[in-house]
């Protein structure tokens, strides 16, 4: 019997040729990630539990990147990344994004230009730009949508900071492997569908627990059709459905990328046998399925986008590490492009690359050209609000959070969880959709199948590929 690519990926890391669904494992950790908010806590419980003066395990595979309670003037949120810089610092921490900008007292001024700082923005996002994903590996993170970085071909998840604790002093951790759950998608991503539609598809289907403790394999033409990017918000919202990790097929796609960025060359593909077996498997053709939305308050209480129509909106929001991606920004700005908002719109680059790349690239995700507007100009002509890259408003924050939905109103957004009060007010609903989606809404006030606007393939050309 075969094993399946989170099979294979923990059994190399526990020394063992075989595991099984259910077996507990030690495995030796590649990359232990933190951030601002589990970070203090995280630190807290290593200096109790392995005294003051111990060091961490591998100063070169601990990646801390505050990107959650960054623009605000909260005096608590400003203390964290203080906690952070005396961690790294006393470390020796080589892989530190810090928010230089922050000093402790009242709103912080924005990077000036997001290609000149170490800031970086949302970790899950800056993971993979700055060469810390790699196929095959095992990344553990104090935050629930590490699984993102699976799109890649790795092991990755969300630990608490008591598990990251203890890989900060040991690299080690304690798994039970998960059972493998199969999500074959036949066809080529039509133009009015990305990613977002497809995890909709999966978490309506098998519900929020549906994967509870499993590995999500998203496989099929469907899937190597989408870009590396798309693949993962695919990733990301394992996790919506309980699932312990999310995978997918390493290809050229993947290895161009990683190759292009990785710190390290020590990391082998790992490959999915034939006759692994599977808890189940879920089927889908492409070509039959059509634009979804989340309605409030739930990631599985799905409906078709076109079946919403008569929903009025108050807000749209794009953002977060599920939508504030390169590809994500030259989706909306296409279809923005010469056109106006009817709804405040907030729009929060995912990572300083990609503000970077905002300003650099036109809407077709080409270089721009003299007298040519940029992604970003584009978004602003169309009267977008436009953020400095951070989690934002994606898990609401303190109240003088950008973008954040402080009254109860009604926001189709890109991010992946709309439970109560996750965007701010406990009685705001959040919509979840594709940049598409949240883009096509915003030009009418009320959410709208993005098939009324998308006529053909939408270029992203380069961008986001290497
Ligand atoms: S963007 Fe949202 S989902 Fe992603 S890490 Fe930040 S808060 Fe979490």
Request: glycine share 10%; charged share 20%; with cysteine.
């Amino acid at each position: 019997m075969g094993m399946t690519i989170t099979e294979k990926i923990l059994a190399r890391h526990a020394g063992k040729a075989r595991v099984a669904p259910g077996e507990n494992v030690w495995v030796n950790v590649d990359i232990l990630m933190t951030h601002d908010v589990c970070g203090p806590g995280t630190i807290g419980i290593f200096n109790e539990q392995f005294g003051a003066g111990a060091k961490v395990w591998d100063p070169d595979r601990v990646v801390i990147i505050p990107d959650h309670y960054i623009f605000t003037a909260d005096a608590i949120c400003h203390r964290n990344i203080q906690t952070l810089r005396d961690f790294v610092k006393a470390q020796g921490i080589r892989y530190y994004y810090d928010p230089d900008f922050v000093k402790g007292d009242g709103m912080p001024s924005p990077y000036r230009d997001p290609s000149q700082t170490r800031y970086k923005g949302v970790c899950h996002k800056a993971l993979p730009e700055e060469g810390h994903v790699r196929p095959g590996e095992i990344l553990l993170g104090t935050d629930s949508h590490t699984c993102t970085a699976g799109a890649l071909g790795q092991f990755a998840t969300g630990v608490g900071n008591t598990d990251a604790a203890f890989v900060l002093g040991t690299g080690k951790t304690w798994l039970k492997v998960p059972a493998t759950m199969k999500f074959v998608f036949h066809g080529h991503i039509p133009p009015y569908l990305s990613a977002k539609d497809l995890i909709l598809a999966v978490i309506g289907r098998i519900s929020v627990s549906g994967a509870t403790y499993r590995s999500l394999y998203f496989t099929g033409e469907g899937i190597a059709s989408l870009t590396l990017e798309d693949r993962m918000t695919l990733t990301n919202m394992a996790i919506e459905a309980g699932g312990k990790n999310g995978v997918c097929d390493v290809d050229e796609k993947t290895l161009r990328y990683v190759r292009s960025r990785s710190t390290r060359d020590d990391w082998e593909v790992v490959e999915e046998d034939d006759d692994a077996s599977y808890h189940s498997v879920h089927e889908w053709d492409l070509g039959a399925m059509e634009p979804l939305v989340a309605k409030p308050h739930s990631p599985d209480n799905t409906a078709a986008a076109r079946e919403c129509a008569d929903v009025k909106l108050d807000r749209a929001y794009v953002g977060s590490c599920t939508g504030g991606k390169i590809t994500d920004m030259i989706f909306v700005a296409s279809l923005l492009a010469g056109r106006e908002v009817k709804i405040p719109t907030f729009v929060v680059p995912g990572s300083t690359e990609v503000h970077a790349d905002m300003l650099r690239l036109n809407v077709r995700g080409q270089e721009k050209a003299a007298g040519e507007k940029s992604i970003w100009e584009t978004l602003e002509a169309a009267g977008c609000q436009m953020g400095a890259s951070s989690c934002a408003a994606c898990l609401g924050g303190p109240k003088d959070t950008f973008g954040r939905l402080n009254e109860p109103i009604n926001c189709i957004s890109t991010t992946n969880r709309n439970f109560p009060g996750r965007m701010g007010h406990k009685q705001a609903g959040v919509f979840l959709a594709s940049p598409l989606t949240v883009a096509a809404s915003a030009l009418t006030g009320h959410v709208t199948d993005p098939r009324e606007f998308v006529t053909k393939p939408i270029a992203t050309g380069e961008a986001g590929t290497v």
